[in-house]
Structures are given as structure tokens and as C-alpha cells.
């Protein structure tokens, strides 16, 4: 019986590139899909009946439908356990969903302040009041990040061993010198510029990067 090939629907960029990069590191076969955030795709009805949340990253496995990073993150690891993309060490594992739920939970949130601020306010003064708190927000929780890592004095963010949590954490590294925030990522937060550098010398990152059109590290 062959394997059903995977769906990813991605967005150039966006936080789903931790899942196109997770895919690319299983060596499985995967169709990636383009869904044009710019566009409007997110919200046009074929992809609503994917995705009834408009967001990316989604994957489908067959019949099996899977929403949210964490999520598909876990999943991708438990289905091609020979890449070895969680943890099998039981406080490792538990660092790695601790990462997990911070980007998802934190880092993206505060992001998001920035990148999409209409979505908390309607009139324009509350719109640049929020963007200007969510920048100071964002500045202050990318050099937390840069703390944790340094404290942790391991190659990868769960420990020794390279993980999906390294995926989703190169995804904020890039958004942080992306246009919105601006940031010299390598003399503001060197620790974490060292690691996206280890992450752009993978072939599955590269791979990644290349098809979404980004800029090694």
C-alpha cells in the first residue's frame, strides 16, 4: 500500500514555513500548495472549506486534515519518527512543546500586533497606538528568546539534538529582520543568529527556503 502523498498549504514567509520545513526533513513526499495571503486566498470559499480558520499552514494526509503549527509540528514527528524530529528524552520532549506553545501562544501573538493590527482595532489612531505598544512588545520578547538560548549552551533549541521547535524558532528569527520589525538580527541577537545559521546550512532548510523564494541566513 503506498504512502498517500501530503498537502501542505503554505504561505511564502509565513509561519508555516516551520512545517514546510519539518516536511522537507522527513524526506517524504509532499505537494505544496501556494495559498497568496496578499491575495486574499485565505478567505476565498475553495480554501474555506480546507481551512474554515482562513490561516495557514494546513496539511492534508490523505483524508486527514490537520490545522495549527503545534499541531502539525507534533504530528509530522509521531508519522515519520525515523527523522527523529521529537525528543524521545522525557524533559527534552517537554522543552520542545514548551517552545512549541510559546510561538504559537507569544512570540506569534506579539508579532501579529504588528503585521496584522486591524484585526484589534478599527480607527487608524488605535491601529498605530497598538503597532508602536506591539514593536516595544516584540523587542522585548525576541531578546528574551535571545536569553533562553544562550542560557541553554546547547546547538538546538530543545537540547542537543535538532528538533521541529528548531524549525518554528528559525520561522521568528526571519520575521525579525523582515521589514515589519527590522531588526540587526546578527549584533542584536547573536546567540540566535548563530543558530538560524546552522538551520540555513541544512539541506531540508535550504530546500524550504529556496522554494518560498527567502534568503539564507
Known amino acids: 500500500m503506498n504512502t498517500p502523498e501530503i498537502k501542505l498549504f503554505y504561505s511564502p514567509g509565513a509561519c508555516s514555513l516551520a512545517s514546510h520545513i519539518v516536511l522537507e526533513e522527513t524526506g517524504a513526499p509532499f505537494e505544496?500548495?501556494?495559498?497568496?495571503?496578499?491575495?486574499?486566498?485565505?478567505?476565498?470559499?475553495?480554501?474555506?472549506?480546507?481551512?474554515?480558520?482562513?490561516?495557514v499552514p494546513v496539511i492534508a494526509d490523505g483524508d486527514f486534515v490537520l490545522t495549527?503549527?503545534?499541531?502539525?509540528?507534533?504530528?509530522l514527528a509521531q508519522r515519520f519518527p525515523a527523522a527523529k524530529l521529537w525528543p524521545g528524552d522525557p524533559q527534552a520532549a517537554a522543552r520542545c512543546a514548551e517552545w512549541l506553545a510559546w510561538g504559537s501562544s507569544g512570540?506569534?501573538?506579539?508579532?501579529?500586533?504588528?503585521?496584522?493590527?486591524?484585526?484589534?482595532?478599527?480607527?487608524?489612531?488605535?491601529?498605530?497606538?497598538?503597532?508602536?505598544?506591539?514593536?516595544?512588545s516584540c523587542r522585548e520578547t525576541w531578546g528574551m528568546v535571545e536569553a533562553k538560548l544562550a542560557a541553554a549552551k546547547s546547538a538546538w533549541v530543545a537540547?542537543?539534538?535538532?528538533?521541529?521547535?528548531?524549525?518554528?524558532?528559525f520561522v521568528f528569527w526571519n520575521w525579525g529582520r523582515?521589514?515589519?520589525?527590522?531588526?540587526?538580527?546578527?549584533?542584536?541577537?547573536?546567540?540566535?543568529?548563530?543558530?538560524?545559521r546552522r538551520m540555513?546550512?541544512?539541506?531540508?532548510?535550504?530546500?524550504?527556503?529556496e522554494q518560498e523564494g527567502i534568503e539564507l541566513p
Open 178 to 196: 523582515g521589514s515589519r520589525l527590522g531588526y540587526d538580527m546578527a549584533r542584536d541577537f547573536p546567540v540566535w543568529t548563530e543558530h538560524a
Open 32 to 55: 505544496p500548495v501556494r495559498v497568496a495571503l496578499a491575495e486574499g486566498a485565505q478567505r476565498r470559499p475553495e480554501y474555506l472549506a480546507i481551512n474554515p480558520k482562513g490561516r
Open 200 to 209: 540555513g546550512a541544512r539541506p531540508a532548510v535550504k530546500r524550504a527556503l
Open 107 to 136: 512570540i506569534h501573538v506579539s508579532y501579529a500586533h504588528v503585521s496584522r493590527p486591524e484585526r484589534y482595532a478599527s480607527s487608524e489612531a488605535a491601529i498605530e497606538d497598538i503597532k508602536a505598544k506591539a514593536r516595544a
Open 68 to 75: 495549527e503549527n503545534p499541531a502539525i509540528l507534533y504530528y
Open 159 to 169: 537540547g542537543e539534538h535538532y528538533s521541529v521547535a528548531d524549525a518554528y524558532m
